[in-house]
């Protein structure tokens, strides 16, 4: 959706990409209904087995997104700044390429670090904390 939000230049679709982004944040995918497309359809078609990980490092991945995908929206509709909400876009586009292709999570490397830093207590994810010698 990003990518075809920078593409067509359609920033109506920043909508649905923020709301997406919140209510995967506050309720999992609950809420969201690409978040049930992809847990109850393309998940379970897919020829891969499933990859369980911890719900914090996730979560802080998805405030990430719903941060500059809110910012997205605040840019574009609150002060007609399209330019800089579709670098907010490209930037959760970056990092929804290394996680679709490279099952890199930037987010969830972000966090590990601020768990090793100090900054997020290690008792917020315990399996967290060795995120480092899990297989990508």
Avoid at 76 to 102: K, Q, R, W
Avoid at 105 to 115: D, H, M, P, T
């Amino acid at each position: 959706m990003c990518a075809a939000t920078l593409a067509f230049d359609q920033r109506w679709i920043i909508v649905p990409v923020a709301y997406g982004f919140v209510a995967r944040l506050l309720t999992g995918p609950t809420l969201s209904p690409l978040g049930q497309f992809v847990t109850r359809v393309l998940t379970p078609a897919l020829p891969f087995h499933e990859k369980l990980v911890p719900g914090p490092p996730k979560r802080f991945a998805q405030s990430i997104g719903a941060f500059l995908s809110v910012s997205a929206l605040v840019l574009a509709f609150g002060f007609d700044e399209n330019p800089a909400a579709y670098v907010c876009l490209a930037l959760i586009l970056v990092a929804a390429t290394l996680e679709s292709v490279f099952a890199y999570c930037l987010g969830c490397r972000i966090f590990a670090v601020l768990v090793r830093g100090g900054i997020i207590p290690e008792s917020v994810c315990a399996e967290c904390t060795d995120i480092w010698s899990r297989a990508s």
